[in-house]
């Protein structure tokens, strides 16, 4: 090992958390080195998340509205054919170039990039595992873990990314399953369940609870969302749990349960896709040589200014509280460096947005109506359907809606919950306004273009307190 080189800033894991946070640090002068050992950076998000997800999705859309959203708009085509290699190389050169940018702005702001695997030595030191071999160490005055997260496993049923497989295993399969077994109706589930449901495969999605869309969605969202993704063809299965597997024969099959006890069946499927939750991930980071603790679900325990329980160590992304969010990654990432930087640094909680980027989207910010129930607070809500908007008529995707939530008394909003085309770009705006603290008359009295989806949003607010003009 060669003499370990005081640094300002160390920071294990070049995800967004880690590197947003080490070009903030450059930008702010500090010198700064960011270890990474999948040999790209971006992390989970642009390899094997976000990005190749949105690709496959994007494109399995357009496939599929080719195919059977074409003919009632005037458009006749002929031999329409899937090209999964190409589907994929598109995916993936949308990967490599961002993965790319991220190196290049790392050199544009002086971030040493070294490519390997970190390990606590002591509360100082980190060890690194080059990934061309050999090792090296190097010393912080600050260090940052940002080592993310990485897939739940089924007890049972053994991950081998082809017959069962993770989200990773289904962003790259080499064929179209005939069947696809989801174990899971979390927002990875459905994108998933959407991109191979579209491209052939005869999906089914088992959920353990009695709606679908993963904690944090809105009941009446959920529900409105299960039936479209229904007469897409996708099958569901709700309150019933998946028990165990069995991999011995041509087919996985899975025996099922209803949740709250009852009717025992099985299912059998080509490929099965785990998509149960993530966990926090800190394999081989060497913690317990270090006082950072973590909690009884492996995350690392931080106060409000992102320190562990060693000062001069920090922590974001996913390996800590929160949701696992990329965006979320990226606020605390600024948030931490202004913290070390000037002592303060800001993130609004209760204000960030989540997408699931079916079609429609699904998207929400603030409580949803259950939340508000559960912690007794009174409310008042208004909707706006898609049908009644003009541009959504024109388009003809007339499917979904927005809902918003005030308080009753100041009209503050609460929270919003769009399922709609564009509803993940729609709900910057409802980010907006709840950070901002608008209430519903400000919305409302808000010009917004004519003809858009957006005029939904606005007349959603209109409904909360009064009538909306066009239902
Ligand atoms: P990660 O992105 O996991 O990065 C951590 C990095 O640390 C990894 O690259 C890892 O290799 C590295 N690392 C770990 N340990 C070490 C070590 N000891 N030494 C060196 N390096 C190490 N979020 C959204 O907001 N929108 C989406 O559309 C979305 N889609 C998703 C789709 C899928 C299929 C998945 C799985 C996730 C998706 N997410 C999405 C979640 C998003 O990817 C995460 O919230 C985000 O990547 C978290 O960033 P992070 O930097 O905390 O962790
Ligand atoms: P999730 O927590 O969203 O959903 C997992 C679902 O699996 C839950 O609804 C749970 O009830 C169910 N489940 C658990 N055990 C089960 C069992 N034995 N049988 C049947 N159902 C069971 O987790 P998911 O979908 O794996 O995603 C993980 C995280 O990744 C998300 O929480 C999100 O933070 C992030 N993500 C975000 C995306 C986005 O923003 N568009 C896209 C994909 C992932």
Not at 302 to 330: N, Q, W
Not at 402 to 422: F, Q, S
Request: charged share 25%.
């Amino acid at each position: 090992a060669t003499e370990a080189e005081q640094k300002d800033l160390v920071i294990i894991g070049g995800g967004v958390a880690g590197y947003v946070a080490a070009i903030k640090a450059g930008q702010e002068g500090l010198k700064v080195t960011c270890i990474e050992k999948r040999g790209t950076l971006g992390g989970t998000c642009l390899n094997v998340g976000c990005i190749p997800s949105k690709s496959l999705l994007n494109n399995s859309h357009l496939y599929h509205q080719i195919l059977h959203d074409s003919k009632h708009r005037g458009i006749e085509v002929g031999d329409v054919k899937l090209n999964l290699d190409q589907l994929m190389k598109a995916k993936d050169t949308s990967v490599t170039g961002l993965t790319k940018g991220v190196e290049y702005l790392f050199k544009k702001n002086g971030v040493e990039y070294i490519k390997g695997t970190g390990s606590f030595q002591d509360d100082h030191t980190i060890k690194v595992a080059l990934n061309d071999g050999g090792e090296t160490s190097v010393s912080g005055k600050n260090i940052i873990i940002a080592t993310g997260s990485e897939a739940s496993p089924f007890p049972g049923l053994e991950i081998d990314e082809k017959r069962v497989v993770s989200s990773t295993g289904a962003l790259s399969l080499a064929k179209v399953p005939e069947s696809l077994a989801v174990i899971g109706g979390g927002i990875i589930g459905l994108e998933m369940a959407s991109v191979w449901s579209r491209l052939g495969a005869k999906v089914t999605v088992i959920e353990f609870m009695d709606q679908i869309g993963g904690p944090g969605m809105d009941t009446e969202v959920a529900k409105s969302i299960q039936k479209i993704l229904k007469k897409q063809g996708i099958n569901f299965k709700t309150s019933t749990k998946v028990v165990n597997g069995d991999t011995s024969s041509e087919k996985v099959k899975l025996n099922l349960d209803a949740a709250k006890g009852g009717k025992e069946e099985s299912l059998d499927a080509d490929v099965v896709l785990v998509a149960i939750g993530r966990r926090p991930y800190t394999g081989g980071l060497g913690l317990e040589n270090t006082s950072v603790e973590v909690d009884e679900r492996g995350r690392v325990v931080i106060d409000s200014e992102y320190r562990t329980k060693v000062p001069h160590i920090r922590c974001v992304g996913d390996v800590t509280f929160g949701p696992m969010l990329a965006h979320k990654a990226e606020e605390e990432a600024v948030a931490v460096i202004e913290y070390i930087k000037k002592g303060y640094g800001h993130v609004n909680y209760g204000c960030i947005p989540s997408v699931m980027y079916t079609f429609p989207e699904v998207a929400w910010v603030g409580q949803s109506e259950q939340d508000l129930k559960k912690a007794g607070i009174k409310y008042r809500v208004g909707t706006f359907p898609f049908s009644a908007n003009s541009r959504a008529k024109t388009n003809l995707d007339t499917d979904g809606m927005v809902k918003m939530i005030a308080d009753p008394e100041t009209d503050r909003l609460l929270g919003v919950h769009i399922v709609g085309p564009n509803a993940g770009e729609m709900i910057a705006e409802g980010t907006l306004a709840l950070e901002y603290g608008a209430s519903c008359e400000d919305i409302a009295r808000t010009c917004h273009a004519h003809p858009t989806l957006a005029e939904a949003f606005k007349e959603a607010a209109m409904a909360t307190y009064s009538k909306p003009i066009h239902m």
